[in-house]
């Protein structure tokens, strides 16, 4: 079993910055792709950034290549997401999950541990 925690979400103006942190307990942590996934209200969840077991294959979705960079720390079962030159259309709340599986995927469907969610709010 894993749980997962998000934090460092909040208000930030466009054109700012965040990290978002997502700790994981368990040992099977290092074992297993993450990603991060967003849900703004009245939409569809979002795939946002996937990265492999090991950190060296990462995937982004087209609305955030080249402002967002995910990655791990498998020592301290912790990753993160780092969110540059935000968008008033980044808003939403952002979920890390883990699939117990080799390979990363872009669908949510597929991820089998879920954090609670941490809320990113972008202003103008």
């Known amino acids: 079993q894993v749980a997962l925690v998000e934090s460092g979400g909040g208000l930030v103006h466009a054109g700012g910055s965040l990290r978002l942190s997502c700790a994981a307990s368990?040992?099977?942590?290092?074992?297993?792709?993450m990603g991060w996934f967003r849900q703004a209200p009245g939409k569809e969840r979002e795939f946002v950034a996937s990265?492999?077991?090991?950190?060296?294959?990462?995937n982004y979705g087209d609305s955030v290549k080249g402002r967002f960079t995910i990655s791990r720390d498998n020592a301290k079962s912790t990753a993160y997401l780092q969110m540059n030159n935000l968008k008033l259309e980044d808003t939403a709340v952002y979920y890390c999950?883990?699939?117990?599986?080799?390979?990363?995927?872009?669908?949510?469907?597929?991820?089998?541990?879920w954090g609670q969610g941490t809320q990113v709010t972008v202003s103008s």
């Open positions: 999950a883990i699939r117990r599986t080799l390979a990363a995927s872009t669908s949510s469907g597929l991820y089998d541990y």
């Open positions: 368990g040992r099977a942590f290092s074992n297993y792709p």
């Open positions: 990265i492999s077991w090991s950190g060296g294959g990462t």
